[in-house]
């Protein structure tokens, strides 16, 4: 589930007209280094600790009683001015630095609701041979961090909507939600699928990812403000070689299939976790508001181990 890790307290800093309190980072093993607010003088160097992750859904935890006004769900934000991007705890639990621990604490995940005249039938599981969308958080990934600080990167704003797959395998065409193969009937996801005309538009083997925006997509906000729906296309997959398409191949896919994408930003030379942050919270969606947070990689596929060289940074301000 990836929603909550036993930590340790690795950095402690100060937060500028903040008496009470102070910024901690904190080390997950694989599950990331992420960084906290907590209360001055209670944590130091080396203890251990429960971190709460974005979207983990906490349950009634004495303690934790604050949390209630959020629905009881974390959301990265800034607080006083610092990186609040998760919850530290002081709370006894089985494990060892770096262990998930949802299941032992009754933690479960926050995922985004879908208006149910949208979500469609299901035809099947998400199909095997395509990777469903999950783009990191850079926090949890720092080996792909410290790669696409040293080589040619490219950066996107990151829509906020829903995702969804259309793709063709040995003649077949299918659309699928994040998480299901759907049957082809009066949903967004084959709606818009038909809008792009994709059954005709894709080849064999491969597929195409895209972000559904607009009204009534399960963000109340509607935050780039357009009428309807629209996509825009940020992978395109290769399911006969098992890897994504290189930047190059996929604008030029969307380009000869006008395809809209993600609009592409100026990433001003940030590295820096927080370079990082202060570009995300800058950045705007074409209508002026402030976009959800930027998605980042390598101009060239890479794989940085077991992972892939892209990560997104979520803007600390935005309110969905």
Known sequence: ???????KITEIFPIELADRLESAVVVCGEGGKWQGVVEKGKWQIGDQCVAFLQDAIIPAIPGLEFMDKSKRRVKMARFRGAPSECVIFDLIVSGEVGDEVSEQLGVTKYEKPIPAQMQGQAKGNFPTFIPKTSEENFQRVQSVLEYLASVPIYATLKIDGTSATAYRRNGEFGVCSRTMDLKDGE???WKMAKKYDL???????YAIQFEIYGETIG???NPLGIKGQDIAVFN???????RYCDY???????DKHELPRPPEIDIKGARTPDEWRALAEIAKYPNGK??????VRSLVETRVGRLRASMKIINLQYKD
Do not use: Q
């Open 1 to 7: 589930m990836n929603a909550s890790y036993v930590g």
């Open 248 to 254: 190059a191949e996929l604008v030029s896919f969307c």
């Open 187 to 189: 949903n967004i996801y």
């Open 236 to 242: 395109l997959y290769n399911s006969e070689t098992l």
């Open 290 to 295: 402030p976009a959800e947070g930027i998605v």
């Open 199 to 205: 059954e005709n538009k894709m080849p064999d083997g």
């Open 219 to 221: 963000v109340p906000k």
